[in-house]
């Protein structure tokens, strides 16, 4: 599973920004799928996942209500609809797969893409 995370940017606080994650893989349809960020001088932490037929999803509590992720198994691809941004959810965010496990599960995932940088200013 190859995964390209897109979708980043600049945004001042209380924007809006939604990240896409394509996935080159035909059994997209299987994998949970999640979203991790990591921020300058700490270390990554859980965003959000989904299962992998988008039914289920569970959030970190900081982004829950502002954060939405879903997923397009026609297009292989998952999304992260990110709301009322503050500039502490600056950071590099990385889109992930995990074959298994329930969505709530916030480790061992196996594919990873190559983050892409969010800044939001004050």
């Known amino acids: 599973v190859q995964l390209q995370a897109s979708g980043g940017g600049l945004v001042q606080a209380g924007g809006s920004l939604r990240l896409s994650c394509a996935a080159s893989?035909?059994?997209?349809?299987?994998?949970?799928m999640g979203w991790f960020r990591q921020a300058p001088g700490k270390e990554r932490e859980f965003v959000a996942a989904?299962?992998?037929?988008?039914?289920?999803?569970y959030y970190e509590d900081s982004v829950k209500g502002r954060f939405t992720i879903s997923r397009d198994n026609a297009k292989n691809t998952v999304y992260l609809q990110m709301n009322s941004l503050k500039p502490e959810d600056t950071a590099v965010y990385y889109c992930?797969?995990?074959?298994?496990?329930?969505?709530?599960?916030?480790?061992?995932?196996?594919?990873w893409g190559q983050g892409t940088l969010v800044t939001v200013s004050s």
């Open positions: 992930a797969a995990r074959f298994g496990g329930s969505v709530g599960y916030r480790y061992d995932y196996d594919y």
């Open positions: 989904i299962s992998g037929s988008g039914g289920s999803t």
């Open positions: 893989t035909r059994t997209f349809s299987m994998p949970v």
